[in-house]
């Protein structure tokens, strides 16, 4: 072999190794420094992050959630903002075939400049944006520079535009301001019923450059083609971009190669191409959700070879399960169930906002603070709503984890959109981007197009309010955006999964009517319903229903001053964004919440009393609602109540606070959401005893019912053995009411019903008072509690003679949980529970403050 043969083989050898490197990922989140658009004050900027937390962090702004403040910020939205970084990059990395800049996600007007070439003009939050940059990326020196632009000025200019005013739900924005509708950003960045207007721009999601050779897997969809309990056979099937013509190979592998390990060759043309690599797993082990099983995973590994040598692997994980949405005429209207692996499921949940109104705040551990309580109490399933984001990837691995299904609404919410074809193509994108980035997780059960749409269009005066050439075209777009743009892109790349297009309403997209589809109870809350309401025409699956209360005092004393602990002090009016004009002047969530309190509870003596019953009185409601909820299953199949938590401290409908912690009717729910749950009930004159249970075993089982006084005399006892029926609920005890009461004093009176198994272990448990909570004669319970110190907290012993209701337990001073609290104490009842702490405290008997109902009225007083 001739000299100059050898080195041109000698050339090719290194080029081809060169060019069939792997896949590299070049993180490039530090280091970047941003200005207000006209300045030149460049400061140190967090990636992904946003202005608002940038500007905090550097104590430039005041903390927007304390008092008024959200009010000294608003300018922030007003303002161009500039994001810039300088860096280098590995010549070697110049050598690849293809080097793409890659934003995960930019909220949301945003032009970037690379080396000042114009390379990416972004206007969708929910979209990662792309940009091929080897041509223009040098060695050293290259500048990144992002130019936000106000999302507001440019919503005016669209609004401005349009002859006549796209509706919003009244209370999130005043009249000719509501420009969120025309930008695809977080609607809840502009307000919300719950939650501050804060509009922050930045770089929400992470940065990287991609370098590639040969051919890259752009998107990978494990499509199971049968699953069972013998078999589940799969495509995978990739799209795949090349560079050049190339023979590839790949390797698809389940558990490193353990369970599957299959290699295919294929032939690669230069562009995308679609490939389809089938395999099975015999006898799989299924996934499940909470409660029913293991949510099992598989880890599934995908290589990408060419000539033997590794470009990219692409790692996924993989639930054998299926679900489906039942909707099959029955006697009522039509069933609206899911159905995992074969088994109808009720849906226990709530519906899920983000942690943090600066979206890129929530990090997995918030996410899994959240998602561990929604599993503490019981859930399986959870509601992204569709006013605020598709979460980050780590929010779905995570209810694949815990096994919490997942009701996935697309970001449209309480509003009319704009039907120009350039936004119409932007959610079309949109759409298809989210549906193929979320179609692998098991944990994924349902698309929902938007979240009260279709009401508002017809129920909350829109449609009427519109010259009709106008109202046409409006519903003509919510009909292409609703009725085809959306279930197109479900169709086309999640087929396994069904489309609802509007939360609520009932089936054919009618109107919510309570015979079929879904239903937002607000007939409790919004039309100043009673609690026992919940109980009338329960719907078929109920996506929203709930009531407020006040957080915890500690929480809110992060926002208020002590001159503020006023339930309508102007701090807490501010606060509160719920309004309700049509149940009177002036009133709001504030007041919605004294004036429910006060219908089941005696006027409390003290704001801190104040609080304590408001949560009481969201727990009481709330049990209510998912007692009447499960109670009639199969009727009911769903219960996913308005909201899990906050995305900033304050008074709302959430069960845990911005802070995680836990409100009265979190214990509620978990209680409610038990596996098996007595549910005693009053119906016209008779109180009947129900048993829901999500067994799908039938379960031989006793149940006891005491009489007692609240002082602690046992009046009677009755016992029966029965079976409880499997995965449903039935009426298993019925008597006269005044069989129970008669010659006594009802509001003296309390029913303790218990379920034991064969082995005599509890399985569930339940009190029933035959008044409201104002109308019981509380006794002075005399109460007494001792606390001893656990290596994981401290251990804290009850005792009370006679009834102790609402037991509620708190260190003020300290950080940590109550495994247990607001619970009642029977006359002679002892109980010990932890409190997990990681901290010490100096005099814990005196720390410990216990309050129980009778003490929030015993010096009695008006509502401050
Ligand atoms: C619902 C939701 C939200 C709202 C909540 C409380 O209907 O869909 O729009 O925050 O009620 O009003």
């Known amino acids: 072999m001739n000299k100059h043969l050898l080195l041109l083989l000698a050339v090719f050898f290194f080029l081809s190794c060169q060019r069939e490197g792997g896949e590299q990922i070049i993180d490039l ?22 202005v608002h937390s940038d500007l905090l962090r550097l104590d430039e702004i005041p903390d927007p ?108 924005a005043p009249e000719g301001e509501q420009t969120n509708i025309f930008t695809r950003k977080a609607p809840f960045h502009y307000g919300w019923d719950w939650g501050p207007r804060l509009v922050s721009s930045g770089i929400w999601r992470p940065v990287f450059l991609r370098a590639w050779d040969v051919a890259h897997i752009r998107d990978i969809f494990l499509s199971p083609e049968l699953v069972s309990k013998e078999r589940a056979s799969y495509f995978a099937k990739l799209n795949v971009e090349a560079e050049a013509p190339a023979r590839v190979e790949l390797q698809l592998q ?27 797993i015999n006898s799989p082990q299924l996934w499940w959700s909470n409660g029913l099983g293991e949510a099992h995973l598989y880890d599934v590994a995908v290589t990408l070879l060419v ?75 959870l509601r992204v709503w569709g006013g605020a984001i598709y979460e980050d990837d780590e929010f779905y691995d995570l209810c694949d984890e815990y096994g919490l299904l997942v009701w996935q609404d697309f970001m449209f919410a309480c509003a009319l959109t704009p039907g120009d074809s350039t936004y119409l193509e932007n959610v079309r994108k949109e759409a298809e981007y989210n549906v193929r980035r979320l179609r692998n997780h098991p944990s994924m059960a349902l698309w929902c197009g938007n979240n009260e749409n279709l009401i508002a269009w017809h129920n909350w005066g829109w449609k009427e309010s519109y010259e009709p050439e106008d109202r046409d075209f409006i519903w003509q777009t919510y009909e292409r955006i609703f009725y085809s743009i959306l279930p197109d892109a479900v169709e086309k790349y999640h087929p396994q999964l069904s489309y609802w297009a509007s939360s609520p309403s009932s089936y054919g997209d009618k109107l919510p009517d309570r015979l079929s589809g879904d239903e937002h109870d607000w007939t409790v809350w919004f039309n100043e319903a009673p609690y026992e309401n919940y109980w009338n025409k329960v719907p078929r699956f109920v996506s929203e229903y709930g009531l407020q209360s006040f957080p915890p005092m500690k929480t809110i004393r992060a926002f208020a001053d002590t001159s503020d602990l006023s339930y309508r002090s102007p701090v807490m009016e501010h606060r509160q964004r719920s309004n309700m004009p049509w149940i009177g002047p002036g009133v709001n969530g504030n007041e919605m919440i004294r004036r429910y309190l006060l219908r089941y509870y005696r006027a409390p003596k003290d704001f801190e009393s104040f609080v304590y019953v408001s949560q009481l009185s969201q727990a009481l409601g709330m049990r209510t609602a998912a007692e009447a909820h499960r109670g009639t299953m199969p009727r009911c199949m769903g219960s996913l109540y308005w909201q899990l938590n906050d995305c900033w401290p304050t008074m709302s409908w959430s069960s845990t606070d911005y802070f995680g912690r836990w409100k009265a009717s979190h214990y509620a729910f978990r209680e409610a959401f038990r596996e098996v749950h007595l549910i005693p009930r009053e119906e016209n004159g008779q109180l009947q005893v129900r048993i829901v249970s999500d067994n799908l075993e039938p379960q031989e089982a006793r149940l006891t019912l005491n009489l007692l006084t609240l002082d602690g005399k046992m009046l009677w006892e009755e016992q029966s053995d029965i079976t409880v029926v499997p995965n449903t609920a039935d009426i298993y005890y019925e008597r006269p009411v005044e069989e129970f009461s008669r010659g006594l004093n009802s509001g003296e009176l309390v029913l303790q019903l218990q379920l034991t198994n064969q082995q005599g272990n509890l399985l569930s448990h339940n009190l029933h008072y035959f008044v409201r909570p104002k109308e019981l004669d509380l006794p002075d319970p005399g109460l007494d509690w001792e606390v001893a110190a656990d290596p994981q907290g401290y251990l804290i012993t009850l005792r009370t003679e006679k009834l102790a209701k609402d037991v509620y337990l708190r260190f003020p001073e300290t950080a940590g949980d109550f495994v247990d609290n607001f619970f009642d104490l029977l006359p002679g009842e002892s109980r010990t529970l932890l409190f997990e702490t990681e901290e010490r405290i100096d005099d814990p008997m005196q720390a410990l403050r216990v309050m129980t109902l009778y003490d929030s009225y015993t010096q009695v007083g008006e509502v401050q």
């Open 29 to 50: 989140n530090k280091g970047w420094s941003f200005t207000q658009a006209g300045e030149d004050n460049w400061q140190s900027a967090e990636v992904p992050g946003a």
């Open 65 to 172: 959630f304390y008092r008024f403040n959200e009010q000294k910020v608003q300018w922030i939205e007003e303002q161009d903002w500039v994001y810039r970084k300088v860096f280098n990059v590995d010549p070697s990395q110049l050598l690849k075939d293809r080097v793409e800049l890659v934003f995960k996600g930019l909220d949301t007007y945003a032009e970037v400049y690379l080396n000042d070439s114009l390379i990416i003009d972004a206007d969708n939050m929910f979209l990662p944006w792309q940009a091929e940059v080897k041509d223009i990326l040098r060695p050293d020196s290259n500048e990144l520079r992002v130019h936000f632009q106000s999302p507001v000025r440019i919503g005016m200019k669209k609004l401005q535009a349009l002859s006549y005013v796209l509706k919003v739900a009244n209370e999130l």
């Open 254 to 280: 389940i558990n490193k190669g353990s369970v599957v390990d299959t290699t295919v060759s294929f032939q690669l043309e230069t562009g995308h191409n679609e490939l389809a690599l089938p395999f099975a």
């Open 307 to 381: 000539n033997g040598h590794r470009l990219q692997t692409v790692e996924e994980r993989l639930g054998v399960r299926s679900i489906e949405l039942v909707q099959e005429p029955d006697s009522i209207g039509r069933s609206f169930y899911f159905r995992l692996n074969g088994v109808p499921v009720f849906m226990k949940g709530a519906n899920y906002i983000p942690s943090e109104i600066f979206t890129a705040s929530q990090t997995t551990n918030t996410y899994e603070r959240a998602i561990q309580d929604a599993v503490a109490a019981n859930m399986n399933m």
